[in-house]
């Protein structure tokens, strides 16, 4: 059982470290340049045999739609499509932070950022440095997912309980709806499916809260 719980938290780590930095930075910026160079490179068929938690189906459905939108690379059609789903400076089809769904007045460092600032600073747990982005932002969130099932895996039911599974599914629904970009669309579909396979892994129950975008 143990083994297995440790196998559980080892994917949940690949995942957040995975797909994390794809939402926390601009594909322009050379920090993320490896994970795009990697996803390009991949068999999508190959790749989803082995991706844990989705389904294999729908893996290789969504990591196909990463790798057609890498076909020409990192060009300016993927780089302003990110810009205009997740950072403006338009107004912003998908707003990466969880309070904008998920409270009354749609803003950013709303109530549910401070909860989770509370509950972070009750466990003692420091989010790594992003300048003055709220602790919500999706991206954020899927890193310190990662950080959290390696280095306090007793935290990561309530985390992922309380926090990022309440709305993420939401947030990437809206991504989907709102691009049509193939690499955006494989993305959300991706990190959706990876993430409802962790709360059917770990059993988690999630209360979804009312959604105000």
């Known amino acids: 059982m143990e083994d297995a719980r440790e196998q559980i938290t080892e994917s949940v780590a690949f995942i957040g470290e ?3 930095p794809l939402f926390l930075y601009d594909p322009a910026d050379a920090a993320v ?9 991949l068999d999508a068929e190959e790749a989803a045999a082995a991706w844990p938690f989705a389904a294999p189906e729908d893996a290789a459905r969504a990591l196909s739609l990463l790798c057609e939108g890498l076909a020409r690379g990192v060009d300016d059609a993927l780089v302003w499509e ?11 089809v998908a707003p990466p932070w969880g309070s904008v769904y998920t409270d009354r ?17 009750e466990v003692g747990i420091e989010v790594p440095g992003r300048g003055n982005e709220p602790e919500d932002h999706i991206g954020l969130m899927l890193v310190l997912m990662a950080w959290i099932a390696r280095e306090r895996p007793e935290l990561l039911d309530d985390y992922l309980a309380q926090h990022l599974l309440t709305w993420a599914s939401h947030f990437l629904g809206i ?4 691009t049509e970009h193939p690499f955006f669309q494989g993305l959300a579909q991706l990190t959706a499916a990876s993430l409802a396979g962790v709360q059917d892994a770990l059993q988690l129950q999630v209360t979804v809260p009312r959604f105000y975008r």
């Open 82 to 92: 990110y810009r205009r789903l997740f950072t403006g400076p338009a107004a912003k």
């Open 105 to 121: 007045e749609c803003v950013v460092f709303g109530e549910s950022t401070l909860a989770l600032r509370q509950w972070l600073r």
């Open 175 to 178: 991504v989907q709806q709102g």
């Open 33 to 41: 340049a490896p994970v795009y160079e990697a996803i390009a490179a």
């Open 18 to 20: 995975t797909l994390g």
